[in-house]
């Protein structure tokens, strides 16, 4: 038997879930979620064995939702940071003024309009910054938790989402001194704990979400109306009102 004929035998023998995490990194191995997926659907589409068994097929499903998720939804993210990037810009330009340093000041008194309006702008822009890095520690848990540490995000999505917190925090920090100027608590934020109870919460959500959709394709609708209303319990209270 040659090296690779055993290593085939020996990758036969393997627990489902393993053999899950070993097509995970050769999946990666490809060089992104998209190549990878443009490669596969071109060819005969051939069931993996391993989906058979329910925790494989479920972290197949969640693997797969994270990435397109982040994917699908990252021209929407980065066109809302631009807007917001604009407008915080549009309000330190309205309130501010060139010192002889070159370096902007705030006008005294600032306008009631103004300040309104900033304060709207500074909240709008921090809520999609926390919305932005829970979901970055939600992942980071994800990983450690369901997948022994190894990253559930294909290299382009990493690239990809990393560049999207990279940008937010980077306009969190050239736009920060607005917020000691309309007297508000700061833009920047710091790294949420994974231990966190709002991290923890998100995580539970998103692969409630995902086990979900995998059991509607099982046709198990029971543990489906479960998953559902472990991840969103306010409709469970809606439907028993």
Same mark, same amino acid.
């Given at each position: 038997?040659?090296? @690779?004929? $055993?290593?085939?035998?020996?990758? $036969?023998?393997?627990?489902?879930?393993?053999? %899950?995490?070993?097509?995970?990194?050769?999946?990666?191995?490809?060089?992104?979620?998209?190549?990878?997926?443009?490669? @596969?659907?071109?060819?005969?589409?051939?069931?993996?064995?391993?989906?058979?068994?329910?925790?494989?097929?479920?972290?197949?499903?969640?693997?797969? +939702?994270?990435? %397109?998720?982040?994917?699908?939804?990252?021209?929407?993210?980065? +066109?809302?940071?631009?807007?917001?990037?604009?407008?915080?810009?549009? /309000?330190? $330009?309205? !309130?501010?003024?060139? +010192?002889?340093?070159?370096?902007?000041?705030?006008?005294?008194?600032?306008?009631?309009?103004?300040?309104?309006?900033?304060?709207?702008?500074?909240?709008?822009?921090?809520?999609?910054?926390?919305?932005?890095? !829970?979901?970055?520690?939600?992942?980071?848990?994800?990983?450690?938790?369901?997948?022994?540490?190894?990253? /559930?995000?294909?290299?382009?999505?990493?690239?990809? %989402?990393?560049?999207?917190?990279?940008?937010?925090?980077?306009?969190?920090?050239?736009?920060?001194?607005?917020?000691?100027?309309? @007297? !508000?608590?700061?833009?920047?934020?710091?790294?949420?704990?994974?231990?966190?109870?709002?991290?923890?919460?998100?995580?539970?959500?998103?692969?409630?979400?995902?086990?979900?959709?995998?059991?509607?394709?099982?046709?198990?609708?029971?543990? %489906?109306?479960?998953?559902?209303?472990?991840?969103?319990?306010?409709?469970? @209270?809606?439907?028993?009102?």
């Amino acid at each position: 038997m040659t090296i @690779e004929g $055993r290593i085939q035998k020996l990758e $036969r023998s393997l627990p489902a879930k393993e053999k %899950f995490i070993l097509w995970l990194r050769r999946a990666k191995a490809a060089g992104g979620f998209v190549p990878y997926w443009e490669k @596969e659907l071109k060819g005969p589409m051939v069931p993996f064995e391993w989906c058979e068994d329910e925790e494989a097929y479920l972290l197949f499903r969640l693997v797969n +939702d994270v990435n %397109f998720t982040i994917l699908n939804n990252a021209s929407k993210n980065q +066109d809302l940071r631009f807007f917001a990037h604009c407008a915080l810009d549009g /309000i330190l $330009r309205r !309130i501010g003024r060139l +010192d002889e340093s070159n370096i902007f000041v705030p006008v005294r008194p600032i306008p009631e309009i103004a300040t309104l309006v900033g304060k709207r702008v500074c909240a709008e822009f921090k809520s999609l910054l926390e919305e932005t890095l !829970i979901m970055a520690s939600a992942i980071d848990v994800i990983s450690g938790t369901y997948l022994g540490g190894e990253d /559930i995000l294909f290299p382009d999505t990493r690239a990809t %989402f990393d560049a999207e917190v990279s940008n937010l925090r980077t306009t969190a920090d050239v736009y920060d001194p607005l917020t000691d100027w309309l @007297e !508000i608590e700061p833009l920047k934020l710091k790294e949420l704990a994974p231990g966190s109870r709002i991290v923890h919460a998100k995580a539970k959500q998103i692969v409630l979400i995902s086990r979900a959709e995998a059991l509607v394709t099982c046709s198990d609708l029971r543990k %489906f109306k479960d998953a559902l209303h472990k991840a969103w319990p306010e409709l469970a @209270e809606t439907q028993s009102a």
